[in-house]
């Protein structure tokens, strides 16, 4: 059973910055993606950021240049470097990995930056 394990998430004041990671376990199939996805109260999920095994990456807008996801593909491992954070980047990130037709998620982390 492939596991995802979060962390680094937390509470911050406005302009501060965290680094969210994710260890993926018990992969037995080649990552093609690994990604960052968010979700506030009431509102569906969506992406922040992508890093294919390629290194090729993929921003949402809201965070573009804020943002910098990295991934070390031999630890199986995505990293999401969150800077000059604002109030509306209060949600769960999860992350996301898939390759070869399967894909899996997080359980989350809570970020929560105050104003």
């Known amino acids: 059973q492939v596991q995802l394990v979060e962390s680094g998430g937390g509470l911050v004041q406005a302009g501060g910055s965290l680094r969210l990671s994710c260890a993926a376990s018990?992969?037995?199939?080649?990552?093609?993606?690994m990604a960052w996805y968010y979700q506030a109260p009431g509102k569906q999920r969506n992406l922040v950021a992508a890093?294919?095994?390629?290194?090729?990456?993929n921003y949402a807008d809201s965070v573009e240049g804020r943002f910098t996801i990295s991934r070390d593909n031999a630890k199986n491992m995505v990293y999401l470097q969150m800077n000059s954070l604002k109030p509306e980047d209060t949600a769960v990130y999860y992350c996301?990995?898939?390759?070869?037709?399967?894909?899996?998620w997080g359980q989350g982390t809570q970020v929560t930056v105050s104003s």
């Open positions: 890093i294919t095994s390629g290194g090729s990456t």
């Open positions: 018990r992969i037995s199939f080649s990552i093609s993606v």
């Open positions: 996301y990995v898939a390759g070869m037709g399967r894909r899996y």
